[in-house]
């Protein structure tokens, strides 16, 4: 697979490269060259999970890596099922929350962890993110345990959920989380002083597991083919899904199995009230506000860096804007649809809930409806049981999580602090 620079279209890179690099020259993102449909789509439709998303895999990424060890690779990613409930007649929730930290960004970190302990080679590695919530955990557990890797997260204190954060900061081993006496912000400036750190660059190995690496995305494409295989043949042409949207990379996923050829026949990329896409859409004017907190605040974004990927595909006419739609569902909807779901039989929390509301939007006669559901219901507890007025049970993954002491260790917003701390310990 080659990938460009959609900031600097000279710089291409190969798929081995775009992981380990992440972004860029001038914070550029990385995208394939050439997107080809699959000969067989209906043959791969049949083939069970794991195995079918190797073969997507090995057609997006061509043969950098070898049949063996994708397999491989996809066996240890994907160790949890994609199902596809069924809500109501022509309506379906595609659940993307069985893996271990109860969100879709399971797949995506797990799949990225099995390609960084393939390219390093034995080489040290270091990971050093910082998280406002969901990530964190992800990519903690994807890394966790795993040889030559340390993984080093900064997380505000206070500033997330408990249940967020024993996600990752019970772990140990091989994980060592930081609190910080500041914002998320303050967090990221630290990372980002890291990045621009050359010996401490060198000494670690450093990378970085953000949302934009090119291996999370692939990853994802993977169970929007899972989604159509659960429906009856003869609905699969007819697929509208809707993706619960803030950095806009699950839906570019999306948008790339429809180009290599899964029947896909809408999109709907819904937001909360964080709108920057859906006010462009409409006005061709590209306008961030400032970022607003919700409900559903894994989608606080404002200034999505997926964005630029999704629209590379449509100016091309890839995919038809025609067959693309973005709302954006404020507060007081978003509670009504987690109610209305409730009616229906279906518990959700507030992204999915969101994710629902915009597939209704636009939704038509003879269409399958689907709708992600992004997170599971207990990592949202607090919203999702004063707005459906009921007591919800914890999964035993969270419930074990809650019960372990927190490891984290304090740290002022000070990068020196964290260099000594780094080196001391992994140096
Ligand atoms: C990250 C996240 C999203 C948004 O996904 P993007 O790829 O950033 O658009 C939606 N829901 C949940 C629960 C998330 O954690």
Sequence with gaps: MQLYNLQDNEQVVSFVEAVKTGLGRNQGVFFPTELTPLADVDALLELDFVTRSAKVLRHLLGDELSDETLAQMVAGAFTFPAPLVKVADNLHCLELFHGPTLAFKDFGGRFMAQCLAQFSQGEKVTILTATSGDTGAAVAHAFYGKENVDVVILYPEGKISEAQQKLFTTLGGNVHCYSVKGSFDDCQAMVKQGFLDEELKSRLGLNSANSINISRLVAQVCYYFEAVAQLPKEQRAQAHISVPSGNFGNVCAAMIAAVIGLPISKLSATTNQNDTVPRYLESKQWQPNETLESLSNAMDVSRPNNWPRVQVMLDSGQFSYNDFFSHSVDEATTAAAMRELQQLGYMAEPH???????????????????????????????????????????????????????????????????REAMLAKLG
């Design 352 to 418: 999915t809930a969101i994710a629902y509301q915009g597939l209704k939007a636009d939704f038509a006669p003879g269409e399958q409806g689907i709708f992600l559901a992004t997170a599971h219901p207990a990592k949202f507890k607090d919203s999702v049981e004063e707005i459906l007025g009921i007591s919800l049970e914890m999964p035993k993954a969270l419930a074990d999580a809650l019960a372990k002491p927190c490891l984290a260790k304090p740290m002022s917003a000070d990068y020196q602090q964290l």
